[in-house]
Every structure is written in structure tokens, then in C-alpha cells.
């Protein structure tokens, strides 16, 4: 199983990025997969989860603001990040799980929310 992060980046206050999370060696529409993040000293946070029938679960400080989709086809779950926060600055993660344990994760990609 392999999950490998992308899209992360510098932004300003306000601003979107799209991230990319795209799996190989397993067809991950069989599986929970669900988005993390973490800032260095902190406990990780759940941020959203895509479930095997498609329904979608968000943390209450990103509900409104970030949309978990996949597609099938590519692998790929994604997710969108609009009207970004200073305080969504973190490394992300995903991983085969949501908002419990989780057998495998990406390397994860820096998000910085900076003006």
C-alpha cells in the first residue's frame, strides 16, 4: 500500500490550494480514506474523511471551507481547501482511516498559510 501526498504550498490568508493523495498497490475506494494535519508540538487533527460509499465527514473548523472528493478511476482522493487560515498552516496527511487507527499513511505535504 502506497499514498503519496501532493499540492501543498505557500498561500495567502483567504486563498485555496487543492491537495492530492494518490494510491497505489490497492484500489482505495475500498477503504476509509481520510485526511489529517498536524503542526510540530501538536496532536494530530482529523481533518476529513471519504468513506467507501462516497459520504464525506468534516471536522467542524473546516466544515463549510474544504470539500474530500476521489476519483475512482485515478486513484486519487483530493482534497479542496478554500478561504484558507492562518491557522490551517500544517503538515497534511492521508491515510486509510478517518478520525481512528489507521494502517497507512502518506509522507504528507506542507500547507503554509502566510501573507
Known amino acids: 500500500v502506497h499514498l503519496v501526498e501532493s499540492g501543498g504550498g505557500l498561500v495567502q490568508p483567504g486563498g485555496s490550494l487543492r491537495l492530492s493523495c494518490a494510491a497505489s498497490r490497492f484500489t482505495f475506494s475500498n477503504y476509509v480514506i481520510g485526511w489529517a494535519r498536524q503542526v510540530p508540538g501538536k496532536a494530530l487533527e482529523w481533518v476529513s474523511g471519504?468513506?467507501?460509499?462516497?459520504?464525506?465527514y468534516y471536522a467542524d473548523f473546516v466544515k463549510g471551507r474544504f470539500t474530500i472528493s476521489r476519483d475512482i478511476a485515478k486513484n486519487t482522493v483530493y482534497l479542496q481547501m478554500n478561504s484558507l487560515k492562518f491557522e490551517d498552516t500544517a503538515m497534511y496527511y492521508c491515510a486509510t482511516g478517518y478520525e481512528g487507527p489507521a494502517d497507512y499513511w502518506g509522507q504528507g505535504t506542507q500547507v503554509t498559510v502566510s501573507s
Open positions: 471519504i468513506y467507501v460509499d462516497g459520504k464525506a
